[in-house]
């Protein structure tokens, strides 16, 4: 029997670039905009946070932007605005970054984990969920989307994870799945809901539903494994037809604007 009571997707950016980051080969000088997405679950046994979004201060910050997103990179700087940290979006539902009981993190680029630092800031003592080749391959710092300080403390210590191998029950309704690819050790999230049908959290398997409906990787991969990437797809794509649920992407404008609007949700 599920434990999971409601899902709400939280906007925490929007972000402006090439088709080509989200397409395997494909749109190259298509810009397009996307929107950046965390996800809050409430469970009867606690609340869980999939991914964070981006750190705040080193967008609004001068100094900082100029170093993690300088001009002519090929990231610019997402548009995060007060409204979409992810300690509004929980005021909002009349919570805190305390009520918040386990952060789990899909992969560890600077758009899903930098919200970490602010999160623990603001009182959060989540524990903190990742796959363990995810965090191998960070902290060796191999993947140059992740910012090696979003991993750190405000005293410089590396963050304490929870670092996961095998596929397995976060609580029971919600199932970490491993679907790497676009990172080493990207995992996504399937969540059986008490009315309606399972939603899949695809996270960046999946940027947006052409990589879906046309099985395209995304633009980004961890040392071009576009087989490996294809193969999360398809996979995701198999559990939804036996299960019956739905798969969202993680980037995608107008999947996302189908949504209901926060503060309403998915019970």
């Not at 929980?90 to 919200?115: C, E």
Request: proline letters at 6%; charged letters at 25%; a negative charge.
């Amino acid at each position: 029997m599920t434990q999971v009571l409601k899902v709400w997707p939280l906007l925490t950016a929007m972000h402006r670039y090439d088709k080509s980051i989200s397409t395997y080969r494909r749109h190259h000088g298509q810009m397009i905009e996307a929107p950046i997405l965390a996800y809050l679950i409430e469970t009867k046994q606690g609340r869980i946070l999939y991914d964070v979004g981006c750190d705040y201060a080193k967008i609004h910050d001068p100094a900082l932007r100029s170093v993690y997103y300088p001009p002519g990179s090929e990231f610019g700087a997402p548009d995060m605005r007060e409204e979409h940290r992810i300690p509004h979006h929980l005021s909002r539902l009349g919570l805190t970054p305390a009520d918040v009981d386990v952060i789990f993190i899909g992969h560890l680029h600077f758009d899903h984990a930098g919200g970490l630092k602010e999160l623990k800031r603001c009182g959060c003592g989540a524990e903190i969920h990742v796959h363990h080749d995810e965090w191998q391959v960070a902290s060796r710092g191999e993947d140059a989307v992740v910012f090696a300080d979003d991993l750190l403390d405000e005293q410089g210590a590396p963050i304490t994870m929870r670092l996961q191998h095998a596929e397995y029950d976060v609580v029971p309704g919600v199932r970490a799945i491993n679907t790497p690819g676009h990172t080493a050790g990207h995992m996504s999230l399937w969540i059986e809901r008490s009315q309606g049908s399972p939603i899949i959290l695809a996270g960046d398997a999946a940027d947006l539903q052409e990589n879906l409906d046309e099985e395209i990787a995304p633009g980004t991969l961890w040392q071009e494994r576009e087989d490996e990437a294809l193969a999360s797809i398809r996979k995701l794509k198999a559990i939804a037809r036996e299960t019956e649920a739905w798969i969202w992407p993680n980037h995608d404008l107008a999947f996302y604007r189908s949504l209901k609007p926060f503060p309403q949700g998915y019970e």
